[in-house]
């Protein structure tokens, strides 16, 4: 069996990342386990196991969005609250104890329950319309919040004393508490009239009870759970590890004797001088990294022998068809995130007077920044650069229509755009904004994995300031080493379709290498090695 521990954490929390529908999303949730999971999940190729470590109550629906609803796990607060439900249950708060007299007002968002006039429950639903959490006031102030699990039962409460939280009881399906967590210092109790915790390992079920009545953290808890289904494991399990600083300690201890992969992926892992987590990478049967350049970092700052790493990238890719070619406007792919301001400028500058000699050329300044404000930062930011040059500021502009006008002016007095910002924070509006390019330009230290992956996909040439494993200069794309040939690398992509069409051919080369295919193969060959 083949075991993955995932690494879905609300940054150093044990807890899942859910949030309101009615919240725009800061983040990405596709990670190198999901692909990994994705890969033997479709291809049934090992028997695997997910194993969860953070509270999650929202988990089926997560699954759900990764297109894995059906792969199979173990959830160590399922253990932890003996939760025997597997499927998701409709809940409706209209089924729940309210008062007599309350009141419901629906507003775009929520829905409030008023009782009398006073504020008394504001309720929060999912993306997929279930509820996941209900807050209660008392006098103005937030007494209570309730945590829904989509299985169709209260998971959680969080008490709170003038407004702030006080402690978390964790609860088992019928409401008892089993945990209790203490804001204040992170120490947590044991509920001694239900003292114990639910090992199931296939067919077998298990009644443990805790050693101690309180821990000092919540991570002692999640230790000894773990360690005790372990028990269970067999010896030629493999365990594949998501490397996270939350849970690498735990693991290093936990999974001392057991066959491990250790996955990094961009940099969700900070080193640390842990002992625990230096030998348990130092020890790993295999470390499995996204990228040749993650793998030589790895190599150099944990002394880990070349034989036993591989880069596996966490994207495959296909052969897709754009649209670049219907649109009637050449678009370029500016990536800005992390790019130095004063290179930033520059490019800004060159582009500007560059593409003012031509017609039907637009920049996409790309970012994957979710921020409110980040577009209005950015416009000014490229107006301020465009200024210092001696450019109309109004180029860049927060339309897609081509032109902008001011004060009602004449069609022929309003002035092109030329730059607009794209804010793509998810893999699948990126893509679909990829779709629509014709260059990718990415000038930073690191260009993005999985903005290169889909130029290959695509067909889209790269223009890049370093080398990786998904362009070769003069092939699919042009490496920049100097700022100054920018010019003349995107004359020769944008005049006539010869070698757009050149590097289009080339792309599927490389994309031959990376298909889903290809990736389980090398994974294959990772579990071989294992064994």
Request: proline share 3%; aromatic share 12%; hydrophobic share 35%.
């Amino acid at each position: 069996m083949l075991y993955f521990i995932p690494a879905w954490y609300r940054e150093m929390d044990w807890s899942e990342n859910e949030q309101s529908w009615r919240v725009k999303r800061m983040y990405s949730e596709f990670d190198d386990t999901v692909k990994q999971i994705q890969l033997f999940h479709r291809s049934g190729a090992y028997d695997y196991q997910i194993m969860l470590l953070s509270f999650a109550p929202n988990f089926r629906h997560f699954l759900h969005r990764q297109g894995i609803y059906r792969a199979p796990y173990w959830s160590c607060f399922d253990a932890i609250q003996e939760v025997q439900r597997k499927r998701v249950r409709v809940l409706s708060f209209h089924d729940l104890n309210w008062p007599e007299k309350i009141e419901f007002l629906y507003t775009p968002f929520v829905v409030v329950a008023m009782l009398g006039k006073e504020k008394y429950a504001q309720i929060d639903f999912g993306e997929d319309g279930n509820p996941i959490w209900i807050e209660m006031y008392q006098g103005g102030k937030i007494c209570r919040r309730n945590l829904y699990d989509d299985r169709g039962f209260i998971s959680s409460t969080i008490l709170y004393e003038d407004g702030n939280p006080l402690y978390q009881d964790y609860l088992t399906e019928e409401g008892v508490w089993k945990l209790r967590l203490y804001y204040k210092d992170g120490h947590v109790e044991i509920n001694n009239k239900c003292s114990g915790y639910l090992l199931e390992y296939n067919d077998i079920k298990r009644k443990r009870r805790f050693s101690r009545r309180t821990y000092d953290n919540l991570g002692q808890v999640i230790y000894e759970v773990l360690t005790a289904f372990l028990e269970l494991t067999s010896i030629s399990d493999i365990f594949c590890v998501a490397m996270h600083n939350l849970h690498a300690g735990l693991l290093g201890k936990a999974l001392l004797r057991e066959k491990k992969i250790l996955s990094f992926f961009q940099n969700r892992y900070q080193a640390t001088d842990n002992p625990e987590e230096l030998e348990m990478i130092q020890k790993a049967n295999y470390v499995v990294v996204d990228s040749n350049e993650s793998a030589r970092r790895i190599c150099g700052t944990f002394q880990v022998s070349p034989e036993h790493i591989v880069a596996i990238p966490p994207y495959d890719t296909r052969v897709e068809e754009g649209t670049s070619l219907q649109s009637g406007i050449q678009k370029l792919m500016l990536a800005v995130d992390d790019l130095d301001d004063k290179l930033l400028g520059a490019v800004v500058r060159i582009l500007g007077e560059h593409l003012s000699q031509r017609k039907g050329v637009q920049v996409c300044l790309f970012t994957r920044d979710a921020r409110y404000d980040r577009k209005q930062k950015l416009l000014e930011q490229v107006r301020a650069e465009l200024a210092k040059g001696g450019l109309p500021e109004g180029w860049a502009a927060e339309t897609g229509d081509g032109m902008v006008s001011e004060n009602d002016l004449e069609m022929e007095e309003r002035v092109p755009v030329l730059f607009v910002p794209e804010q793509c924070v998810d893999e699948l509006s990126v893509s679909k904004c990829m779709r629509e390019q014709w260059l990718l330009i990415d000038l930073r230290e690191v260009p993005e994995q999985y903005l290169q992956i889909k130029a290959v996909s695509f067909g889209i040439p790269q223009i890049v300031r370093k080398k990786t494993e998904f362009i070769v200069d003069d092939g699919n794309g042009i490496i920049l080493t100097k700022g100054r040939r920018l010019p003349k690398a995107l004359d020769y992509y944008l005049d006539g379709l010869e070698h757009r069409n050149e590097a289009r051919i080339f792309s599927y080369g490389i994309s031959r290498e990376y298909t889903t295919e290809r990736l389980l193969d090398m994974w294959g060959e990772v579990m071989d090695s294992v064994d």
